[in-house]
């Protein structure tokens, strides 16, 4: 301890009651001057190193202000506002268990003071937070990290790593815009550290601009030679870009399956970068839809779609496969879905979105399709083929031993595959069908003289047999042997 005269004791007793009436009216820099000057005085007094520390906090220079309350608790250890203040500098620091630990350590003063005991539930359950993030960070679980760290950064707005953790995690997530906002607080704050340059190269590469994200995390290694993250973001960019082309080259060459593959590999370089990977989903499936794996294909659309809902392409391709299994409903969402996000498509989709209301409209009577258990793209020996098999499956012959109920559910569905086979395999009345309308109101429809037998006759050339079917005035027989 420092030998100090009585009249220096004065004189820095006066300087601190200066400084405390600068505090009371926010002249922060003038009391901490005040502080300074009592501190020179007397450099044994702990509490003029604790006030020019809340001096230090609301300035935001929470390094000076540690460093005071560190300095105050040398000489009273016990001091529970110092204890307070330095809980306070650590916290906004981003250290978290220690700022748990100095409020612990006020608590075992005062363990009856209620608000220090709210303020270390507070610490304690943001330190917990803190640990959780960073362990779903090591899992690649950005979305679990996100809500931790939304947690913590309540807490600990300004700690850099804190805020650096934060704004990772929301890039991550596709939440760009308040990432950009909070990297401009960091920047302002910081400067542009090798952290700000990964950062501001994810946040571009994950808005599209490819090009100028590699571009700085290019400048962020010439920084700092050993920015690792800087170094495996740009890797992935070139990687992910490399398989997509090649992907792109495979389709162009109808090399389908050597494409799906490339397309998939490509998917699993950053699944964060969802506006490549939009793009990959979609491609993917055009290569699916060109295999007429349509269902497969609306899956990848569809979380093309997901991923960027503003991709119009996706929709056109979706809708284009929802026609083919005759989803057509779902279809005419996506095409107007187009229109509104890109007006400029509005002639070209207006008619792609009529054809589809007529065909929608059509469905709401009859799938012919479905009634023959066939696709939209079926040909004509597959048509044929199914109708020989569900004709011969519900032909009336088959069901005479069955009960009433039974024979009237199996005779409407012999007049339905006999009338959808009718349409299907007449290529006028096919087109008719398939451009949306109703083949049926052209001809008449089976009310005007067709009927099932007639139809099953024709396919399988006549026949003897036992029993007569009332289904229109053919009286034509089968027998099932």
């Known amino acids: 301890m420092i030998q100090v005269s009585e009249v220096t004791l004065q004189e820095a007793l006066a300087k601190k009651e200066e400084g405390n009436k600068f505090f009371a009216e926010k002249k922060y820099d003038e009391a901490i001057k005040c502080y300074s000057e009592a501190i020179d005085h007397n450099p044994n007094e702990p509490i003029y190193y604790s006030n020019r520390a809340a001096c230090y906090i609301p300035l935001r220079q929470y390094k000076k202000a540690l460093d005071d309350t560190e300095q105050a608790l040398k000489r009273d250890s016990n001091n529970v506002k110092t204890l307070r203040r330095k809980a306070i500098a650590l916290q906004n620091l981003g250290r978290l268990?220690?700022?748990?630990?100095?409020?612990?350590?006020?608590?075992?003063?005062?363990?009856?003071?209620?608000?220090?005991?709210?303020?270390?539930?507070?610490?304690?359950?943001?330190?917990q937070s803190y640990q959780e993030g960073l362990k779903q960070i090591q899992n690649e679980d950005y979305q679990k990290a996100l809500y931790q760290f939304q947690q913590v950064i309540q807490v600990c707005s300004q700690s850099l790593e804190i805020q650096i953790l934060f704004v990772e995690c929301l890039a991550k997530c596709g939440e760009n815009e308040r990432a950009s906002k909070w990297l401009?607080?960091?920047?302002?704050?910081?400067?542009?550290?090798?952290?700000?340059?990964?950062?501001?190269?994810?946040?571009?590469?994950?808005?599209?601009?490819?090009?100028?994200?590699?571009?700085?995390?290019?400048?962020?290694?010439?920084?700092?030679?050993?920015?690792?993250?800087?170094?495996?973001?740009?890797?992935?960019?070139?990687?992910?870009?490399?398989?997509?082309?090649?992907?792109?080259?495979?389709?162009?060459?109808?090399?389908?399956?050597?494409?799906?593959?490339?397309?998939?590999?490509?998917?699993?370089?950053?699944?964060?970068?969802?506006?490549?990977?939009?793009?990959?989903?979609?491609?993917?499936?055009?290569?699916?839809?060109?295999?007429?794996?349509?269902?497969?294909?609306?899956?990848?659309?569809?979380?093309?779609?997901?991923?960027?809902?503003?991709?119009?392409?996706?929709?056109?391709?979706?809708?284009?496969?929802?026609?083919?299994?005759?989803?057509?409903?779902?279809?005419?969402?996506?095409?107007?879905?187009?229109?509104?996000?890109?007006?400029?498509?509005?002639?070209?989709?207006?008619?792609?979105?009529?054809?589809?209301?007529?065909?929608?409209?059509?469905?709401?009577?009859?799938?012919?399709?479905?009634?023959?258990?066939?696709?939209?793209?079926?040909?004509?020996?597959?048509?044929?083929?199914?109708?020989?098999?569900?004709?011969?499956?519900?032909?009336?012959?088959?069901?005479k031993d069955k009960d009433e109920e039974t024979k009237q559910i199996g005779q409407q569905k012999f007049r339905d595959i006999a009338e959808a086979y009718a349409v299907l395999s007449d290529k006028k009345k096919k087109e008719l069908f398939d451009s949306g309308v109703d083949p049926n109101d052209q001809s008449g429809g089976f009310d005007g003289g067709v009927d099932p037998t007639q139809v099953f006759q024709m396919f399988f050339g006549g026949g003897g047999g036992f029993q007569q079917f009332p289904f229109g005035g053919s009286g034509v027989r089968f027998e099932f042997r």
């Open 97 to 127: 268990e220690e700022c748990v630990n100095s409020l612990n350590a006020a608590l075992q003063i005062t363990p009856g003071d209620q608000s220090l005991k709210q303020e270390y539930l507070t610490a304690q359950q943001a330190f």
């Open 184 to 399: 401009m607080q960091i920047q302002s704050e910081h400067g542009t550290t090798p952290d700000v340059y990964y950062l501001k190269g994810i946040i571009d590469l994950y808005n599209g601009n490819s090009e100028r994200a590699k571009k700085i995390l290019i400048d962020g290694m010439k920084v700092d030679p050993d920015n690792k993250k800087c170094r495996e973001a740009l890797k992935k960019a070139r990687k992910c870009e490399e398989l997509k082309e090649k992907g792109n080259q495979l389709l162009q060459q109808v090399k389908l399956n050597d494409a799906i593959e490339c397309y998939t590999e490509a998917l699993s370089v950053d699944p964060y970068n969802r506006k490549i990977n939009s793009i990959i989903y979609a491609n993917r499936g055009l290569v699916k839809q060109k295999m007429s794996q349509h269902k497969e294909a609306i899956e990848d659309f569809t979380k093309s779609i997901e991923l960027n809902p503003q991709y119009y392409k996706a929709l056109m391709r979706r809708a284009e496969s929802y026609d083919k299994l005759g989803q057509f409903g779902e279809s005419v969402h996506d095409y107007q879905q187009v229109i509104q996000i890109e007006p400029s498509l509005e002639q070209e989709m207006a008619q792609k979105l009529r054809e589809a209301q007529k065909k929608e409209k059509l469905a709401k009577k009859k799938d012919y399709y479905k009634i023959l258990e066939v696709g939209r793209d079926a040909t004509e020996n597959e048509i044929k083929k199914s109708y020989r098999k569900l004709a011969l499956l519900w032909h009336p012959d088959k069901l």
